[in-house]
């Protein structure tokens, strides 16, 4: 019995750990300013490739560098699928993360104001997302279109990303 809640402890741990090194993923790079032309898209994507891997180097069999999307131009069109690319990463790997801990990790606190508690873990993470209340996932998917809406916009501050910004750079 020692044995296994040592073994507990160890990996309780270790996903602490894991989830620990992962918020630095999203931490903004320290790297000194980088001044991107949308007028060169197509280059940036030819140098960064090369530099990203010198055996391959620039790799595009759909032709997706060529496209008019919307028609806004080849060069807001690669801006687009740049910034589509980051961002779905990102929420992958925030999805990876959020799958790992609900698949382990039960909150002490109650999910809803009525008191009811968080889905058990003993669930797969499917079936505590169907547990989960139709009010607490409106409120989810309101939350994402709020940031969606807010990234498409600028926040305000910034140019869109069709128009310049830095790809990835969220407001």
């Known amino acids: 019995a020692n044995l296994v809640y040592n073994l507990e402890g160890t990996m309780k741990c270790a996903i602490l750990f894991s989830l620990a090194a992962v918020a630095t993923a999203f931490a903004p790079a320290k790297t000194g300013s980088v001044k991107t032309q949308v007028a060169s898209a197509k280059g940036d994507l030819e140098a960064i490739a090369e530099k990203a891997n010198p055996i391959i180097k620039?790799?595009?069999?759909?032709?997706?560098?060529?496209?008019d999307f919307y028609g806004m131009g080849n060069d807001a069109t690669i801006a687009f699928l740049r910034q589509s690319e980051i961002k779905h990463g990102r929420i992958a790997m925030f999805a990876f993360?959020?799958?790992?801990?609900?698949?382990?990790?039960?909150?002490?606190?109650?999910?809803?104001?009525?008191?009811?508690?968080?889905?058990?873990?003993?669930?797969?993470?499917?079936?505590?997302?169907?547990?989960?209340?139709?009010?607490?996932?409106?409120?989810?998917?309101?939350?994402?279109?709020?940031?969606?809406?807010?990234?498409?916009?600028?926040?305000?501050?910034?140019?869109?990303?069709?128009?310049?910004?830095?790809?990835?750079?969220?407001?």
């Open 97 to 171: 993360v959020g799958y790992v801990v609900q698949s382990n990790i039960v909150f002490p606190w109650s999910q809803t104001l009525a008191g009811a508690a968080h889905p058990s873990a003993d669930l797969a993470p499917e079936a505590q997302w169907d547990a989960v209340p139709m009010g607490a996932k409106w409120q989810i998917f309101f939350v994402i279109s709020m940031l969606e809406l807010w990234d498409e916009c600028g926040g305000g501050q910034l140019p869109h990303y069709t128009a310049g910004r830095k790809p990835g750079q969220y407001p």
């Open 58 to 67: 620039y790799y595009d069999p759909l032709n997706l560098a060529d496209a």
